[in-house]
């Protein structure tokens, strides 16, 4: 595992599905404490289908990426996934709701996401001529 990650997996066992042709909508919650006022949800980086790619959350000079995965481990295989942008973040609400869809499974399905605390070297250098 990289240096200042944080690392999680999700595993989901078998879901009651009505249909194949249906899906599952997991719903990830990135929001800051609004009560801070240096943090805020910074940016997130949508793809050309209109899905969630990473956001960044930054507080001074420390930023948080969190990297969505294309990619999913479904009853074994390596399929496609999307991660819709459920709720967007305003300027009051520090708040995002990021829907990933997974698609009908038998057994389970495997989320591996990745989120990264860097350095905002784009502050640095802003500051850094400041004085």
Same mark, same amino acid.
């Given at each position: 595992m990289d240096k200042n990650t944080v690392k999680y997996t999700i595993t989901l066992d078998s879901y009651p599905f009505a249909s194949i /042709?249906? %899906? /599952? =909508? /997991?719903? #990830?919650? @990135? %929001?800051?404490?609004?009560?801070? %006022?240096?943090?805020?949800l910074n940016s997130i980086k949508l793809n050309e289908d209109n899905c969630v790619e990473w956001i960044k959350l930054r507080s001074d000079d420390k930023s948080i990426f969190g990297k969505f995965i294309q990619h999913a481990l479904v009853d074994y295989r390596s399929i496609n996934i999307q991660n819709k942008l459920v709720v967007e973040p305003t300027i009051e609400n520090q708040? @995002? #709701?990021?829907?990933? =869809?997974?698609? &009908? &499974? &038998?057994?389970n399905a495997v989320l591996d996401p990745d989120f990264s605390v860097l350095i905002d070297v784009d502050d640095l250098s802003k500051n850094k001529g400041s004085s």
């Open positions: /042709l249906n %899906s /599952l =909508q /997991l719903n #990830v919650n @990135a %929001s800051i404490d609004i009560a801070d %006022s240096k943090c805020k708040h @995002a #709701v990021i829907g990933i =869809q997974i698609p &009908y &499974y &038998y057994k």
